[in-house]
Protein backbone atom coordinates (compact mmCIF):
# COMPACT_ATOMS: atom_id res chain seq x y z
CA UNK A 1 0.00 0.00 0.00
CA UNK A 2 1.37 3.67 -0.66
CA UNK A 3 1.02 6.58 1.76
CA UNK A 4 2.78 9.33 2.13
CA UNK A 5 3.78 11.13 5.25
CA UNK A 6 4.55 15.05 5.75
CA UNK A 7 6.55 15.09 8.63
CA UNK A 8 5.33 19.20 9.44
CA UNK A 9 2.69 20.71 9.01
CA UNK A 10 3.89 24.14 9.37
CA UNK A 11 7.47 25.37 8.45
CA UNK A 12 8.90 29.08 9.29
CA UNK A 13 11.88 30.76 7.94
CA UNK A 14 13.63 33.91 7.58
CA UNK A 15 13.55 35.53 4.03
CA UNK A 16 16.73 34.55 2.67
CA UNK A 17 17.63 31.40 4.97
CA UNK A 18 17.27 27.19 3.79
CA UNK A 19 14.24 25.81 3.12
CA UNK A 20 13.43 22.09 3.93
CA UNK A 21 10.18 20.68 4.13
CA UNK A 22 10.00 16.54 4.66
CA UNK A 23 8.08 13.79 2.87
CA UNK A 24 8.25 10.37 3.74
CA UNK A 25 6.67 7.80 1.61
CA UNK A 26 5.81 3.81 1.55
CA UNK A 27 5.31 2.36 -1.42
CA UNK A 28 5.69 -1.56 -2.64
CA UNK A 29 7.45 -1.03 -6.05
CA UNK A 30 9.17 2.14 -7.81
CA UNK A 31 7.16 4.67 -7.14
CA UNK A 32 6.83 8.30 -9.19
CA UNK A 33 7.14 11.45 -6.58
CA UNK A 34 6.20 15.01 -6.91
CA UNK A 35 6.04 17.87 -5.07
CA UNK A 36 3.39 20.69 -5.95
CA UNK A 37 2.82 24.03 -4.50
CA UNK A 38 -0.73 25.45 -3.49
CA UNK A 39 -0.78 29.39 -3.50
CA UNK A 40 -3.86 30.92 -1.80
CA UNK A 41 -7.03 30.37 -3.70
CA UNK A 42 -5.22 28.27 -6.50
CA UNK A 43 -4.70 25.37 -7.85
CA UNK A 44 -2.01 23.12 -7.42
CA UNK A 45 1.21 23.86 -9.35
CA UNK A 46 3.99 21.00 -10.19
CA UNK A 47 7.17 21.89 -8.92
CA UNK A 48 9.53 19.06 -9.99
CA UNK A 49 8.80 15.32 -10.10
CA UNK A 50 10.73 12.00 -9.67
CA UNK A 51 10.36 8.85 -12.36
CA UNK A 52 13.76 6.54 -11.62
CA UNK A 53 15.65 8.94 -13.59
CA UNK A 54 18.50 11.09 -11.42
CA UNK A 55 17.59 11.24 -7.42
CA UNK A 56 18.52 14.79 -7.10
CA UNK A 57 16.23 16.49 -8.58
CA UNK A 58 15.70 19.92 -9.78
CA UNK A 59 12.26 21.78 -10.20
CA UNK A 60 11.34 25.58 -10.87
CA UNK A 61 11.64 28.44 -8.77
CA UNK A 62 15.00 26.92 -7.13
CA UNK A 63 13.45 23.99 -5.45
CA UNK A 64 14.77 20.47 -5.92
CA UNK A 65 14.23 17.34 -3.93
CA UNK A 66 16.97 14.07 -3.23
CA UNK A 67 15.16 10.75 -3.79
CA UNK A 68 16.56 8.67 -0.91
CA UNK A 69 15.38 4.65 -1.36
CA UNK A 70 16.64 3.61 1.69
CA UNK A 71 15.65 5.98 3.95
CA UNK A 72 11.97 6.30 1.86
CA UNK A 73 12.92 9.88 1.30
CA UNK A 74 12.01 12.65 -0.71
CA UNK A 75 12.69 15.77 0.68
CA UNK A 76 12.28 19.24 -0.66
CA UNK A 77 15.12 21.78 -0.44
CA UNK A 78 15.72 25.66 -1.61
CA UNK A 79 19.11 27.38 -0.52
CA UNK A 80 17.21 30.70 0.19
CA UNK A 81 14.07 31.45 1.07
CA UNK A 82 11.49 34.03 -0.68
CA UNK A 83 8.63 36.13 0.44
CA UNK A 84 6.85 34.83 -2.56
CA UNK A 85 7.66 31.14 -1.55
CA UNK A 86 4.88 31.44 0.69
CA UNK A 87 1.77 28.74 0.23
CA UNK A 88 1.28 25.00 0.69
CA UNK A 89 3.26 22.48 -0.38
CA UNK A 90 2.08 18.99 -1.16
CA UNK A 91 4.03 15.69 -1.67
CA UNK A 92 2.85 13.32 -3.75
CA UNK A 93 3.48 9.42 -4.32
CA UNK A 94 2.32 6.92 -7.08
CA UNK A 95 2.90 4.01 -8.53
CA UNK A 96 0.97 1.26 -11.28
CA UNK A 97 -2.71 1.65 -10.64
CA UNK A 98 -3.68 5.16 -11.84
CA UNK A 99 -3.88 6.66 -8.77
CA UNK A 100 -2.00 9.28 -6.54
CA UNK A 101 -2.15 9.56 -3.02
CA UNK A 102 -1.39 13.29 -1.41
CA UNK A 103 0.58 14.19 2.12
CA UNK A 104 -1.58 16.59 3.77
CA UNK A 105 0.58 19.65 3.21
CA UNK A 106 2.94 21.57 4.67
CA UNK A 107 2.27 25.11 4.92
CA UNK A 108 5.40 27.35 4.11
CA UNK A 109 5.62 30.87 6.23
CA UNK A 110 8.59 33.12 4.83
CA UNK A 111 9.22 36.06 7.58
CA UNK A 112 10.65 39.26 6.47
CA UNK B 1 -4.11 26.80 -23.95
CA UNK B 2 -6.54 26.84 -21.29
CA UNK B 3 -5.13 23.68 -20.11
CA UNK B 4 -8.16 22.52 -17.12
CA UNK B 5 -10.81 24.06 -17.20
CA UNK B 6 -13.40 24.06 -13.72
CA UNK B 7 -16.60 25.71 -13.70
CA UNK B 8 -18.16 26.75 -11.63
CA UNK B 9 -16.11 28.71 -9.24
CA UNK B 10 -18.26 29.29 -6.02
CA UNK B 11 -21.48 27.15 -5.37
CA UNK B 12 -23.97 27.55 -2.33
CA UNK B 13 -26.06 24.17 -2.58
CA UNK B 14 -29.08 23.44 0.06
CA UNK B 15 -29.10 19.84 1.59
CA UNK B 16 -30.26 17.23 -0.86
CA UNK B 17 -29.86 19.11 -4.15
CA UNK B 18 -27.89 17.77 -6.92
CA UNK B 19 -25.53 19.57 -9.47
CA UNK B 20 -22.73 18.93 -11.63
CA UNK B 21 -19.27 20.41 -11.65
CA UNK B 22 -17.97 20.79 -14.71
CA UNK B 23 -14.22 19.94 -15.65
CA UNK B 24 -12.40 19.91 -19.42
CA UNK B 25 -8.90 19.91 -20.66
CA UNK B 26 -8.21 20.68 -23.65
CA UNK B 27 -3.93 18.56 -24.18
CA UNK B 28 -5.52 15.22 -25.26
CA UNK B 29 -5.12 13.74 -21.64
CA UNK B 30 -6.55 10.41 -21.26
CA UNK B 31 -6.20 10.39 -17.18
CA UNK B 32 -8.97 12.59 -15.49
CA UNK B 33 -9.42 12.70 -11.75
CA UNK B 34 -11.66 14.74 -9.20
CA UNK B 35 -10.26 15.65 -5.83
CA UNK B 36 -11.44 16.89 -2.48
CA UNK B 37 -9.60 18.85 -0.44
CA UNK B 38 -10.51 19.56 2.96
CA UNK B 39 -8.62 21.34 5.90
CA UNK B 40 -5.37 18.98 7.57
CA UNK B 41 -6.55 16.39 5.19
CA UNK B 42 -5.00 16.99 1.66
CA UNK B 43 -6.45 15.91 -1.55
CA UNK B 44 -8.00 12.82 -1.45
CA UNK B 45 -9.37 11.02 -4.92
CA UNK B 46 -12.93 10.81 -5.51
CA UNK B 47 -13.26 9.01 -9.27
CA UNK B 48 -10.80 8.65 -11.85
CA UNK B 49 -10.71 7.85 -15.67
CA UNK B 50 -7.97 6.41 -17.70
CA UNK B 51 -9.98 7.34 -21.06
CA UNK B 52 -13.75 8.03 -22.62
CA UNK B 53 -15.75 5.74 -21.23
CA UNK B 54 -13.83 4.45 -18.21
CA UNK B 55 -14.19 5.33 -14.29
CA UNK B 56 -13.20 3.82 -11.47
CA UNK B 57 -13.86 4.96 -7.46
CA UNK B 58 -11.08 6.30 -5.36
CA UNK B 59 -10.91 6.66 -1.99
CA UNK B 60 -14.12 8.68 -1.27
CA UNK B 61 -16.50 8.21 -4.17
CA UNK B 62 -19.56 8.02 -2.15
CA UNK B 63 -22.18 10.31 -3.19
CA UNK B 64 -20.49 11.20 -6.15
CA UNK B 65 -20.88 10.03 -9.93
CA UNK B 66 -18.93 10.58 -12.36
CA UNK B 67 -18.99 9.56 -16.41
CA UNK B 68 -16.36 10.30 -19.48
CA UNK B 69 -18.07 10.10 -22.52
CA UNK B 70 -15.54 11.85 -24.50
CA UNK B 71 -11.91 12.87 -24.02
CA UNK B 72 -12.07 16.36 -23.25
CA UNK B 73 -14.65 16.25 -20.49
CA UNK B 74 -15.19 14.48 -17.00
CA UNK B 75 -18.07 15.74 -14.80
CA UNK B 76 -19.01 15.15 -11.37
CA UNK B 77 -21.82 14.67 -10.07
CA UNK B 78 -23.56 14.93 -6.66
CA UNK B 79 -26.59 13.28 -6.48
CA UNK B 80 -28.13 14.59 -3.20
CA UNK B 81 -25.73 17.42 -1.16
CA UNK B 82 -25.01 16.88 1.97
CA UNK B 83 -23.20 19.27 4.55
CA UNK B 84 -20.30 16.81 4.50
CA UNK B 85 -19.87 17.40 0.86
CA UNK B 86 -18.55 21.37 2.08
CA UNK B 87 -15.07 20.93 0.34
CA UNK B 88 -13.08 22.52 -1.84
CA UNK B 89 -12.92 20.33 -5.36
CA UNK B 90 -10.29 19.78 -8.08
CA UNK B 91 -10.07 18.29 -11.30
CA UNK B 92 -6.80 17.19 -12.67
CA UNK B 93 -5.46 15.21 -15.47
CA UNK B 94 -2.45 13.93 -16.69
CA UNK B 95 -0.90 12.32 -20.37
CA UNK B 96 -0.49 9.00 -18.88
CA UNK B 97 -1.60 8.39 -15.34
CA UNK B 98 1.04 7.63 -12.56
CA UNK B 99 4.33 8.32 -13.98
CA UNK B 100 3.13 11.77 -15.81
CA UNK B 101 2.16 14.86 -13.44
CA UNK B 102 -1.08 15.97 -12.90
CA UNK B 103 -2.07 19.19 -14.44
CA UNK B 104 -4.82 21.10 -12.05
CA UNK B 105 -7.65 23.21 -12.53
CA UNK B 106 -8.41 26.30 -10.19
CA UNK B 107 -10.58 24.52 -7.50
CA UNK B 108 -14.31 24.59 -7.04
CA UNK B 109 -15.74 25.69 -3.87
CA UNK B 110 -18.93 23.91 -2.76
CA UNK B 111 -20.76 24.86 0.27
CA UNK B 112 -23.43 22.92 1.22
CA UNK B 113 -26.48 24.25 4.21
Known amino acids: AQSVTQLDSHVSVSEGTPVLLRCNYSSSYSPSLFWYVQHPNKGLQLLLK??????LVKGINGFEAEFKKSETSFHLTKPSAHMSDAAEYFCVVSESGNQFYFGTGTSLTVIP | NAGVTQTPKFQVLKTGQSMTLQCAQD?????MSWYRQDPGMGLRLIHY???????DQGEVPNGYNVSRSTTEDFPLRLLSAAPSQTSVYFC????????????FGNGTRLTVT
Open chain 2, 49 to 55: SVGAGIT
Open chain 2, 92 to 103: ASSYAGFNSPLH
Open chain 1, 50 to 55: YTSAAT
Open chain 2, 27 to 31: MNHEY
